[in-house]
T-cell receptor, first 110, second 116 residues
Framework: SQKIEQNSEALNIQEGKTATLTCNYTNYSPAYLQWYRQDPGRGPVFLLL?????KEKRKERLKVTFDTTLKQSLFHITASQPADSATYLCALAPDYKLSFGAGTTVTVRA | GAVVSQHPSRVICKSGTSVKIECRSLDFQATTMFWYRQFPKKSLMLMAT?????????EQGVEKDKFLINHASLTLSTLTVTSAHPEDSSFYIC????????????FGPGTRLTVL
């Protein structure tokens, strides 16, 4: 069966450090992968989309990599700030529908 | 741009009653709208996909007679939870896409449903 795994449920880091989140998938061959941010009691907010022919993508302090051989995406938040504290979700669309991982909750300590 | 609203944001109802949740795309026309359900500390689970003017497509295990979806216009979709029970208590989130694909979806803020 198809599965999306985000390797840790929670990540606590010190302000200024880099947070690295992992998304692994099995039995998919996605054309692209997305990352979302979700705050408590709110809907997800789109952050980045990376396509299968792209190795890396950046947006401000965010960086995403996509390795289709390893079936893995890494999501980095550099120079982290307390305002980055949230749950981060990866999502794939094997067909026209999105499937989400369970998310990693990041807490940035001041 | 690309704002999606949901109403209500929170609703508490008695067991056996029906609840309607609205999802609106405020500044674009949504060819496709999606309805998700999320339990605490769990991922979003797609319930159904609706295209304007046609019947919704439900995911496996989702009861279409219990979760009625209407997509009457390009800016409005509604989810009605019929004869609600406590196990229907959850966080319901809609998203809207200007096209057919999933690569561009804009999510609403969610509706917290509590069934007593």
């Amino acid at each position: 069966s198809q599965k999306i795994e985000q390797n840790s449920e929670a990540l606590n880091i010190q302000e200024g450090k880099t947070a690295t989140l992992t998304c692994n998938y099995t039995n998919y061959s996605p054309a692209y992968l997305q990352w979302y941010r979700q705050d408590p009691g709110r809907g997800p907010v789109f952050l980045l989309l990376i396509r299968e022919n792209e190795k890396e993508k950046r947006k401000e302090r965010l960086k995403v990599t996509f390795d289709t051989t390893l079936k893995q995406s890494l999501f980095h938040i550099t120079a982290s700030q307390p305002a980055d504290s949230a749950t981060y979700l990866c999502a794939l669309a094997p067909d026209y529908k999105l499937s989400f991982g369970a998310g990693t909750t990041v807490t940035v300590r001041a | 741009g690309a704002v999606v609203s949901q109403h209500p944001s929170r609703v508490i109802c008695k067991s056996g009653t029906s609840v309607k949740i609205e999802c609106r795309s405020l500044d674009f026309q949504a060819t496709t709208m999606f309805w998700y359900r999320q339990f605490p500390k769990k991922s979003l689970m797609l319930m159904a996909t609706s295209n304007e003017g046609s019947k919704a497509t439900y995911e496996q295990g989702v009861e279409k007679d219990k979760f009625l979806i209407n997509h009457a216009s390009l800016t409005l979709s509604t989810l009605t939870v019929t004869s609600a029970h406590p196990e229907d208590s959850s966080f319901y989130i809609c998203s809207a896409a200007p096209g057919q694909g999933a690569d561009t979806q804009y999510f609403g803020p969610g509706t917290r449903l509590t069934v007593l």
